[in-house]
């Protein structure tokens, strides 16, 4: 593994950082384990208190942390802000939440006079976290705001190149009081990763990456009978009815394809449209397209940000060029490209056949899969022909037909007249290879809990 700053704009590397050592890793581990056993013992007021502070910490000085994200991954400033302010919204959530969601169940017991029973929901220990590069703090708040509101602690391993990022979310959850021990960053090699999820004390692994990482950590989480949840990659289908407002759905697909560059899980990857507006919204999205700006994140003028990485901008060419040497037909809206930075033109794919498998990929990038659908039936089953199945959206002026054609996706999370959102107050996950498991709201809270019945019964009941 390596660590390391590299601007995705200016190809400048800035910093590097040293894999960790083994006596690191044992280090953390230990310091985990003595700050669990004081965590798990914090009153629900006090870890509210920690989380609060955390979210307040983002908000005043959010353009510090933006200017981190930007920096390492590219992201527009922008967007980079509002990924900081989403992140707070979701330490605030489960300041609020946590205590309530967690609070214990009563059970009915009518099947044995005299007995109760209760649920009582209770943390297990160190948690380790993987994490993605493409939202280096919401995806770190989603996973350590819950699950340190539950009692748990974490140790996160982040991306490669988004280290400072992964120091500056240890360093706020330090500042906002946090028991010290109880959130560590780490920056473990492939081998060392395998060694944490092995050690008696982590209790599970939550993993939010690509589908390749997924199977190898859930395989390594199986071998240790470890629970894990996994976030992995989307191809959303974006459908366009007939009866739908063209103009908007057009400005919307333009938004939801083209936002973080493209390198989303949720993004509209896939958009499918009812032949009778086909061709007038393929006019408006190519128009929405060709207004797009590339440039310097940091320019509140730049509408579409460089890639993340030199290695995903000559993957996504790649994946392009093999779609085309399949039978696909390839348009790339020719943007001024900056004389440096890590920029793919966005490119419209067409006449992607069942028989050509750039039909099935994800494309994590500016890159747009288009399809004609023959009717509402038809655009459901394109929208079903993929191994993924994350988020999605609907445009319709029919609010009930949309909601209905919605309960007919194989998905995990569908809008209708919105591309997939991602908010502090809403569940995130999905099936099929999008991965198991939900992150956020209760569902979130409650995965790395252990459910623990009690049940008091009179001693002279029956057996």
Known sequence: ?????????????????P??????????LDKGHSAYKKWKKTSFAKRAQIMQKAADLLREQLDDYAKIITLEMGKLYAEAKAETLLAAEIFEYYAVHAEHQLAPQILPVASCKGSRAKIVYEPQGILFA?????????????????QLSAGNVVLLKHAGNVPQCAEAMEK???????????????????DQIAEIIADPRVCGVALTGSEKAGAIVASQAGQALKKCTMELGGADAF????????????????????????????????IIVEDGVYDKFVE????????????????????????????????????VKEAV??????????????????????????????????RQWEFFGPVTSLFRAKDAAHAIEIANDSPYGLGGSIFTKDEQKGAEL??????????????????????FGGVKRSGFGRELLELGLKEFVNAKLIGIADIDSPF
């Open 1 to 17: 593994m390596s660590y390391a700053t590299i601007n995705p704009f200016t190809e400048e590397q800035l910093k590097s950082f």
């Open 19 to 28: 894999n960790a050592t083994s006596d690191e890793i044992a280090a953390a």
């Open 130 to 146: 993987v994490e993605p590069w493409n939202f280096p703090y919401y995806q770190v708040a989603r996973i350590i705001a819950p």
């Open 172 to 190: 706020l959850m330090h500042e906002a009081g946090l028991e010290d021990g109880a959130f560590q960053n780490l920056f473990p090699t492939h």
């Open 239 to 270: 459908i366009v009815l007939n009866d739908a407002d063209i103009e908007k759905a057009a400005k919307w697909a333009v938004y939801g394809r083209h936002w973080n560059a493209g390198q989303v899980c949720v993004s509209a990857k896939r």
């Open 284 to 319: 408006l999205y190519r128009k929405g397209v060709k207004e797009l700006r590339m440039g310097d994140p940091m320019d509140s003028s730049t509408t579409l940000a460089p890639l993340s990485s030199r290695n995903a901008a000559e993957s996504l060419k790649r994946q």
């Open 325 to 358: 040497e399949k039978g696909a037909k390839a348009e790339e809206i020719a943007l001024d490209l900056p004389g440096k930075g890590y920029f793919v033109r966005p490119v419209i794919l067409t006449n992607l056949e069942k028989d050509n498998p750039a």
């Open 406 to 427: 919605a309960r007919q996706i194989e998905t995990g999370m569908v809008y209708i007249n919105h591309p997939t959102m991602v908010k502090a107050d809403l569940p």
